[in-house]
């Protein structure tokens, strides 16, 4: 059974950082493209950052420079170090690992952690 498992989130004052890490269990996730995404309140969940297989990296706009994802293939993780951090990123952060299976793909899920950038 795959679980994805989010840690690191809280309470940061803004300009402050915070690192999130995600554990992988249950199967092998080397292959997968892996990410972070967030929902704020009232909005929709949007993509974060995105890692491939290979170490390629993609952020959106509003955090580039900020913030940096990396993957540990051999202990399934993968983590979002978040830096200059503002009120605006406050938000649920999940965890994704996107699969490709032939013409299909599939997407699993963590639960969520609350980053909250306040004074």
């Known amino acids: 059974q795959v679980q994805l498992v989010e840690s690191g989130g809280g309470l940061v004052q803004p300009g402050g950082s915070l690192r999130l890490s995600c554990a992988a269990s249950?199967?092998?996730?080397?292959?997968?493209?892996m990410g972070w995404y967030r929902q704020a309140a009232g909005k929709q969940r949007e993509l974060v950052a995105q890692i491939d297989s290979g170490g390629r990296t993609w952020l959106e706009s509003d955090v580039k420079g900020r913030f940096t994802i990396s993957r540990d293939n051999a202990k399934n993780t993968v983590s979002l170090q978040m830096y200059s951090l503002k009120p605006e990123d406050t938000a649920v952060y999940y965890c994704?690992?996107?699969?490709?299976?032939?013409?299909?793909?599939?997407?699993?899920w963590g639960q969520g952690t609350q980053v909250t950038v306040s004074s």
């Open positions: 249950g199967d092998d996730f080397s292959s997968d493209q």
């Open positions: 994704n690992v996107w699969r490709v299976i032939g013409s299909s793909n599939i997407n699993f």
